[in-house]
């Protein structure tokens, strides 16, 4: 099983700076990793998958990148919406993990 | 619009069972993947298994394979989990989820989640 580790487990940011999320594989996934939002009470959200493809809806504040096994997710300028906890997850070996998730909250 | 909705949770004694069912709707269930994930209470995702368009590809996590079976009825555009021997364990939100389809797998689409509570 591929172990998915995302740092850092907390991220204090304050509203309009930039923040930025890891991710790393414990072996190569190539480009096949999403990253998810999840907000307290609600399913999570698919933000990028295929690395670095914002899903429909998406807006352009958020991006991906990254191959083989470290990954980024960056969003530039952080609104008030996007406080909440960062999944990433590699989908192309079975079962599909998940990283352990890093909360983004306001500084 | 695409719309999974989740039902047949609830309270179950350790060694129960229990049905989920998935209700999809706004789109053409028999083309799609679709997948079980769970989230035990305050902590974090863990897929449960994955069944293909047609049934015949069926994956299962270690944690409940040989406890938990999952099928889907394209006629009637539903997606099941059948979880015998259930244990404290499995107690999370079960949620329904499908992929964004052309060969990828990442999970697009998500219904509201099912609570599952195993406890005597």
């Known amino acids: 099983e591929i172990v998915m580790t995302q740092s850092p487990a907390t991220l204090s940011v304050s509203p309009g700076e930039r923040a930025t999320l890891s991710c790393r594989a414990s072996?190569?996934?190539?480009?096949?990793l999403a990253w998810y939002q999840q907000k307290p009470g609600q399913s999570p959200r698919l933000l990028i998958y295929?690395?670095?493809t914002r899903a429909t809806g998406v807006p352009a504040r958020f991006s991906g990148s990254g191959s083989g096994t470290q990954f980024t997710l960056t969003i530039s300028s952080l609104q008030s919406e996007d406080f909440a906890v960062y999944y990433c997850?590699?989908?192309?070996?079975?079962?599909?993990?998940f990283g352990q998730g890093t909360r983004l909250e306001i500084k | 619009e695409v719309q999974l909705v989740e039902s047949g949770g609830g309270l179950v004694q350790p060694g129960g069972s229990l049905r989920l069912s998935c209700a999809a709707s706004?789109?053409?269930?028999?083309?799609?993947?679709m997948n079980w994930v769970r989230q035990a209470p305050g902590k974090g995702l863990e897929w449960v298994s994955y069944?293909?368009?047609?049934?015949?590809?069926?994956y299962y996590a270690d944690s409940v394979k040989g406890r938990f079976t999952i099928s889907r009825d394209n006629a009637k555009n539903s997606l099941f989990l059948q979880m015998n021997s259930l244990r404290d364990e499995d107690t999370a939100v079960y949620y329904c989820?499908?992929?964004?389809?052309?060969?990828?797998?990442?999970?697009?689409?998500w219904g509201q989640g099912t609570l599952v509570t195993v406890s005597s």
């Open positions: 989820a499908r992929d964004v389809g052309r060969g990828n797998y990442a999970l697009q689409h």
């Open positions: 072996q190569s996934v190539g480009s096949i």
């Open positions: 295929g690395a670095s």
């Open positions: 997850q590699q989908y192309g070996n079975w079962p599909g993990t």
């Open positions: 069944i293909s368009s047609g049934s015949s590809t069926i």
């Open positions: 706004g789109f053409t269930f028999s083309n799609y993947y």
